[in-house]
């Protein structure tokens, strides 16, 4: 499987030559280190809540249950962001802020918020359906949000459009989901220990059946609105900051509507429910899939549009940028390196696709207006990976286009705007020549 390589870093001294020491909060092993604390005791707490309203042996069924259909949908999700794999670092991080974080904040927000309502009211009854419907929205969406958020603000260079949204959204809902239903699947066992209940007319089964079996989709369908609101506003430049606030803001309240919704058609009876599913919730998610994969045929289109201009100036052989562009090819190059150069070059040819792909990416942004001031220096940086992997890619990418592509015309036209010269094949001097960044606006 292909996983995405680490970005080299920045530059490491500031101008004039005088090195950086960040303040102690900034550096990484102490963020790191204050995430992972976070989680770890969020984990803790949540595991000890369950445990509390499940028992050991409910909590034990539901975990068995509720996991079954966390690894389809995970490789589901990863399989829509295999065009530019998000590091492994960023998707451990959403599933385990969804499972820990936000599960802990929707438990206690929820049963707070259910107990004061029924208290100010004194209607225990409508005070369950109002949390049901109104209150739990809102915080499970925007818990889950959060995570979504801070891969937004602080993985800038991992979150670039649409589908990095959708899968970071996906991650955490998936997560979140499955500590839920283990709450409501040990509920459910032990309703089941109380009433003697078991088989297929047990409590547990209609629940496993109306959770894992008919909606395993609904959180992250939720959720991947969320998503995709702040994968459009990554698409957005710099300057167009009310648009960078609106369109996530947009999709977290279709977020919480859709998820009212769903929540609220569990009061219309089971026709009601029915009702929702069959004409809502169904055309909703076949909706979503179709569009998630279009995003992704559209970002295979970009990165064999923008990569012909460096095959032009010589850093890409001519077949690179359509076998770039083909899933297929990339999967029979990664195969052909492992037959031939063991898992070492696999590898070294699965970061050189995701490197490729993220200077399409870089390129399509400039094109766009929607670079930053740092154009250069990532192209550079990103050029300067390629070069460095491309005695084990290129055989293996041109095998693949020899498999996969049409004859490579290429010339002059390919070339959207100015692109550094390639090193030449004997000697690597420390860089090449660059400019200004042509397509800053």
Same mark, same amino acid.
């Given at each position: 499987m292909a996983s995405s390589p680490p970005y080299p870093p920045y530059p490491g001294a500031a101008p004039g030559g005088t090195p950086r020491h960040p303040h102690?909060?900034?550096?990484?092993?102490?963020?790191?280190?204050?995430?992972?604390? +976070?989680?770890?005791?969020?984990?803790?707490?949540?595991?000890?809540l369950v445990r509390e309203q499940t028992g050991t042996r409910g909590f034990l069924v539901g975990l068995g249950?509720?996991?079954?259909?966390?690894?389809?949908? +995970?490789?589901?999700?990863?399989?829509? &962001?295999?065009?530019?794999?998000?590091?492994?670092r960023n998707l451990l991080f959403?599933? *385990?802020? &969804?499972a820990c974080a936000a599960a802990l904040i929707a438990i206690v927000a929820n049963s707070f918020a259910t107990r004061w309502i029924a208290t100010a009211t004194a209607d225990p009854a409508g005070a369950d359906t109002l949390g049901a419907t109104v209150i739990a929205p809102v915080v499970e969406e925007t818990a889950k949000a959060a995570a979504v958020l801070l891969l937004f603000l602080f993985r800038r260079r991992d979150f670039h459009g649409i589908l990095d949204g959708v899968v970071a959204?996906?991650?955490? *809902?998936? &997560?979140?989901?499955f500590t839920e239903n283990v709450l409501y699947l040990g509920n459910a066992f032990g309703t089941d220990q +109380?009433?003697?209940g078991s088989g297929i007319a047990s409590v547990t089964a209609a629940t496993f059946f109306v959770r894992i079996v008919m909606s395993p989709f609904a959180h992250p369908l939720f959720t991947v609105l969320t998503g995709i609101g702040f994968g459009a506003a990554a +698409?957005?430049?710099d300057r167009q900051r009310v648009r960078r606030v609106l369109l996530p803001l947009a999709g977290l309240l279709l977020a919480m509507g859709m998820h009212a919704l769903w929540n609220g058609s569990a009061t219309l009876g089971q026709f009601g429910f029915i009702a929702v599913y069959g004409a809502f919730m169904v055309p909703a998610f076949g909706l979503l899939t179709w569009l998630v994969v279009w995003t992704r045929q559209r970002e295979l289109r970009t990165v064999r549009t923008e990569l012909p201009a460096y095959a032009v100036a010589g850093w890409l052989r001519p077949a690179e940028p359509f076998a770039l562009g083909s899933m297929r090819a990339r999967r029979l190059a990664r195969k052909f390196a492992r037959e031939h150069g063991g898992r070492p070059a696999a590898r070294a040819v699965a970061q050189y696709e995701a490197y490729a792909t993220s200077l399409a990416f870089l390129r399509h942004r400039g094109r766009a207006g929607r670079a930053g001031a740092d154009f250069v220096t990532r192209e550079r940086e990103l050029l300067l990976e390629l070069w460095r992997r491309r005695a084990a890619a290129r055989p293996a990418l041109e095998h693949a286009a020899r498999l996969t592509a049409p004859p490579v015309p290429y010339g002059a036209g390919w070339a959207y705007g100015p692109v550094p010269a390639p090193w030449p094949a004997q000697g690597q001097p420390p860089y090449p020549a660059y400019g200004e960044n042509p397509y800053r606006r």
């Open positions: 102690w909060w900034q550096r990484p092993a102490v963020r790191y280190g204050a995430m992972v604390t +976070l989680l770890a005791l969020s984990g803790l707490v949540i595991l000890a249950l509720a996991v079954l259909p966390v690894p389809l949908l +995970l490789a589901a999700f990863r399989w829509l &962001g295999r065009v530019e794999p998000s590091p492994w959403a599933f *385990a802020w &969804g959204a996906g991650f955490t *809902a998936t &997560g979140f989901a +109380l009433t003697g +698409l957005a430049a």
